[in-house]
T-cell receptor, first 111, second 117 residues
């Protein structure tokens, strides 16, 4: 079945560093891809999404590009802030199905 | 405010208790979900409802019983739970699951932190 694999954390960075969190997927058909973020004590919030190959999702300085040839959807940000500390989840779904999530990557940013 | 509200936010219950978790969405969505989030484990999809009909039950033990009386409300009834059931229970909603060749994102509530003692 469909699945999502994302890099194990935790990722620890200094403020203003460059962030990459890797995500690859396995799916039949043409899934939509998502990044969700979970701040401490909260539920999941949609960060960005892409619905077809070569689409780039972006929000709050974060970006991810849907790469069908490498089945990847890596999350990037040029300059992280302390407030970006959270758990990041890569996810996919296809029409008619619920979201399938990766295991999550914890990001810790220090000042 | 995400449009999906879960109550209570925290719940402590004994193994012989019966309790219910409530989820309400104000987004006009037709699909609702229960997920379980345990420490050091990936998010687990428990139940899916689409237009009030249960479409998925991922081998969840019968001590968890969902109820969806209408498209805006979803409950999770709990009875005779075990300590390993302690987790964050997340409710989510999305437009629907109709296979129109499109997919939509889900919106999550803040979760209920459940502790079974």
């Amino acid at each position: 079945g469909d699945s999502v694999t994302q890099m194990e954390g935790p990722v620890t960075l200094s403020e203003e560093a460059f962030l990459t969190i890797n995500c690859t997927y396995t799916a039949t058909g043409y899934p939509s891809l998502f990044w969700y973020v979970q701040y401490p004590g909260e539920g999941l919030q949609l960060l960005l999404k892409a619905t077809k190959a070569d689409d780039k999702g972006s929000n709050k300085g974060f970006e991810a590009t849907y790469r069908k040839e490498t089945t990847s959807f890596h999350l990037e940000k040029g300059s992280v802030q302390v407030s970006d500390s959270a758990v990041y989840f890569c996810a996919l779904n296809q029409a008619g199905t619920a979201l399938i999530f990766g295991k999550g990557t914890t990001l810790s940013v220090s000042s | 405010e995400t449009g999906v509200t879960q109550t209570p936010r925290h719940l402590v219950m004994g193994m012989t208790n019966k309790k219910s978790l409530k989820c309400e969405q104000h987004l006009g969505h037709n699909a609702m979900y229960w997920y379980k989030q345990s420490a050091k484990k990936p998010l687990e999809l428990m139940f899916v409802y689409n237009f009030k009909e249960q479409t998925e039950n991922n081998s969840v033990p019968s001590r968890f019983s969902p109820e969806c009386p209408n498209s805006s409300h979803l409950f999770l009834h709990l009875h005779t739970l075990q300590p390993e059931d302690s987790a964050l229970y997340l409710c989510a909603s999305s437009q629907d699951l109709v296979d129109r060749g499109r997919s939509t994102e889900a919106f999550f509530g803040q979760g209920t932190r459940l502790t079974v003692v």
